[in-house]
Every structure is written in C-alpha cells, then in structure tokens.
C-alpha cells in the first residue's frame, strides 16, 4: 500500500499536464488587479479634473454675482443723483419763479428800444422794431415751456419726492448688499450641482455642492464681520467704524458732483432752445432767446432747489455707497481689498467608491475638495473721465463738471477674473468643513502654509 502510494506520488510530480490553467490562474488575478488600478487611476483623474473644472466655474460665477452687485450699486448711486437733480428741477417747474421774475426784463427792453432808432449804425437803429417783434415770441417761448413743465411737475413731483422721502433707493442698496452673499453661494452651488454626479459609478446619488469664501478665510455669507457688510462697501448712513465721518463727507461730495452734472445736463437739454438761435425757414438768424434772461433764472432756481435738498432736506440720509478702506491712505485701498475681499470657491464632492475597495482605499481625502480663486478688481477709468486722452479743447458737460475721477462705486464698470489661488487663507479653508453640507475636508495633517503654496498648483 505504501508503496502504491509513493509510485502515486511520484508520477504526480512528474506530470506536467495542466500547468498552464494554474499559471493562467494567477495570471488573471494579476491581470485583473492591474485593470482594477488602471481603472481607478482614471477614474480619479477624471474625477479631479471635473472637479477643479467645477470649482473655477463656482468661483466664477459666484464672483460674478458679486461683481454685478457693486455694479448694480454704481446705478443706483447715480440713480439718486438723478433723482435729486429731477426733484429739483421739477421743484422749479411746480414753482414758477423764473416765470414770475422776466416778465419785468422784456418789458424794460420794450422801453428802451426807441432809444436804439437813432443810432448811427443801421443795424443798431433796427433794433427800434427789432425788439418789439423779437419780446413776443420769447414770451411766447416761456409760457410754452413753463405751462409745459408745469404739467410735468405735477405728474412727476409727487413721485421722486416719495423717493427721496422714504429712502427707496438706499432701501434696496441695503438689501442687495445683505442677499449678495447668498446669491451668489446659491449660484455656485447650483453650478456644482450641474458638474456631479455626470455619470452612473462616480457616486450618482452624491450631488457635488459650492460655497464661496473670502481671501481673509470667512465663509461669504455665513458670517458676519463687527455688523459690516462682507462685501466690500460701506453705507455712510449707518458706518459705525473709524472712517464713517470720512465716508459720509465723501458720499456727499461725490452725491453734489454728481447731482448737479445731472441737473446741468438736464437744464441743457431742455433749455436749449433758449440757448440756441432759432432758424427759419431760409435760415436767417432770428436771434437767441436771451433777452428775457429766462434761461439763466431756470438755472438758478434749480440749483438753489438742488442745494437745498443736499443739505438742508437730506444731509445726512440719501447717500451714495462707499468704497469700504483700512486706512487713510488712497494707496492702501487696492491692497486692502486684494487682501481681503477677493473670492475662493470651493467645490465639494463626496469621495469616489473605489473599484475592489477590499484591495484599493484612497488614504486622504483631498479629491473631494477642488478651489480656485477670484479676483474683483476695480476698473480702470472710462475715455470719458481720462482727461489725458482727450484733445485739449475738447468740451463736454463731464468733463466741465466733473465726474467718477476715481475708481470708486461711481464707476459702473466693475469685473472679475480668474487668478491663482495664492491667498494664505486656502490652506484653513480646504481643511475646514462646509457649514450646513455633509462633507469632509482632507486633514492635512499640520503642513504649513509655504509648503502647501508650494505644492499647490492652481
């Protein structure tokens, strides 16, 4: 028996019949490990660049919003300039006091005109007809203009005044400024939204979520900073800070420059007719409609309404938004809102099922954050308001009367762009979890700052 066995034996090892199914065996095994590597490895790429192609998008758009913002509050701040100079000369129109006051002037010319008949000069001896032909047509002129704005005024009045008498349009500045930041998150995270899942495998039941960040670490829209706004602006009638008397000496200024270019451009408009000669039919020039010195009494009217409402009605409410500073100094303001009031999105996403998980596990869990960050510059000057790149004899009522000389909310150009995710700031944000959404950040177990710069690659 033993020897049967041992024969057995013998022949079994010596039999080379089926090796190569045990070697395919493990050659399968082998394979299919490295195909599960292969898989995963892609699968993670991809998943990154979906991701850091959510993030640049979520930071985009939630800087955007932002940007449309402080757009939005240069419109409105010339918007209550507008509303002043229009209140103002409304306030005249309902008034009358020029139309009260040149009556006196044409009558004295009607006077004097016999005085011009013997004259040496042929043209100045026509004024004795002249002037009594020429003193009906401006009365003329200024009972159509004044019974005409009149009308205006009263349709009109009522309404700019309720404007100005309940604040509106600082009623909505403030609301802006307060919903800013939580449209502008619930805008990027809708875009997050649209990027993850995009296909069945890459966890389809996880929906991938954005939240916007400010470069100085604050979440945008989820805290508050000393009861100031987050974003970078100042509301001169409510400041409490150490510049709130500067910013309200500034809004006013900038509220009077503004105010009254409006106002005289309006007045222009309007009143061109008095200022322009009038043609007729061949063209001769019958004259400008100055005699009655109209024109000029509209002007003062108006203004004295304008600076009324400037500074006796409302000196201290209705003000234009402020550029929010540090200090003093106008250099500093460019570095203090680079410092702190750029954007960072963050785009989450909860980690990747790993093919063979019994073989394979992601140790950290840095794929499931991506960021980038934003910056909101402040535009450059408009050609308009760049003195130097106009002829020097160029005249327009801008220029004459100045405007947004400098690159503040008075200036309607506001942008964003994309620029490296450089803020000291990203290190504590891509570790800290979101508020309000059920993800993990990466523990990077106490790397420093300059380190994670200089593994960063954004």
Avoid at 79 to 106: G, I
Avoid at 158 to 186: G, S, W, Y
Avoid at 276 to 283: A, E, H, R
Wanted: hydrophobic residues 40%; contains cysteine; charged residues 20%.
């Amino acid at each position: 028996m033993i020897g049967t066995f041992i024969r057995f034996a013998i022949r079994f090892h010596r039999n080379e019949r089926g090796s190569i199914s045990v070697a395919s065996v493990f050659a399968f095994l082998f394979l299919t490990m490295v195909l599960g590597l292969v898989m995963n490895i892609g699968r993670h790429a991809n998943r990154k660049v979906k991701l850091q192609n959510a993030a640049d998008s979520v930071t985009y758009t939630g800087s955007a919003v932002t940007a449309r913002s402080m757009n939005t509050l240069a419109f409105t701040n010339h918007l209550l300039c507008d509303v002043f100079a229009l209140t103002a000369y409304l306030r005249e129109a309902r008034d009358q006091n020029a139309r009260q006051l040149y009556q006196p002037m044409l009558d004295s010319w009607n006077e004097i005109a016999n005085d011009f008949q013997s004259a040496p000069e042929s043209e100045i001896s026509q004024l004795a007809t002249g002037i009594p032909q020429k003193t009906p047509l401006e009365r003329q002129m200024v009972e159509v203009f004044s019974e005409f704005n009149s009308m205006v005024s009263q349709q009109l009045l009522p309404v700019t005044e309720q404007i100005l008498a309940e604040e509106m349009i600082p009623v909505f500045q403030r609301q802006l400024v307060a919903m800013t930041p939580f449209l502008a998150n619930d805008a990027a995270n809708e875009i997050a939204s649209r990027f993850g899942p995009v296909a069945q495998g890459l966890n389809p039941g996880t929906t991938m979520a954005g939240i916007m960040w400010r470069t100085d670490g604050l979440p945008f829209g989820y805290a508050t900073m000393d009861g100031n706004s987050q974003m970078p602006v100042a509301d001169p009638a409510f400041d409490s800070s150490v510049f709130a008397e500067f910013y309200a000496n500034q809004a006013r200024s900038e509220r009077s420059v503004t105010a009254n270019r409006y106002l005289n451009d309006l007045n222009n408009v309007m009143l061109r007719r008095f200022d322009d000669p009038i043609y007729g039919p061949s063209d001769p020039i019958i004259g400008f409609a100055k005699m009655s010195q109209f024109a000029s009494l509209w002007r003062g009217f108006t203004r004295t309404y304008l600076n009324d409402l400037l500074t006796i009605e409302y000196p201290n409410s209705n003000l234009v938004y402020q550029i929010r500073r540090e200090t003093f100094q106008e250099s500093d303001q460019q570095t203090y809102l680079e410092d702190d009031f750029m954007y960072i999105g963050v785009a989450y996403w909860a980690q990747m099922d790993e093919n063979m998980p019994g073989l394979f596990t992601n140790p950290l869990d840095s794929d499931s954050v991506g960021f980038a960050q934003a910056q909101m510059f402040i535009p450059r000057r408009r050609i308009m308001e760049d003195l130097t790149r106009l002829p020097p004899d160029y005249d327009h009522p801008f220029i004459r009367f100045g405007g947004p000389q400098h690159r503040d909310l008075m200036n309607q150009n506001w942008s964003i762009k994309l620029v490296p995710a450089t803020a000291e700031a990203i290190l504590g944000i891509a570790q800290t979890d979101p508020p309000n959404l059920p993800f993990s950040t990466p523990n990077l177990r106490g790397i420093g700052v300059e380190d994670f710069q200089q593994l960063n690659s954004h």
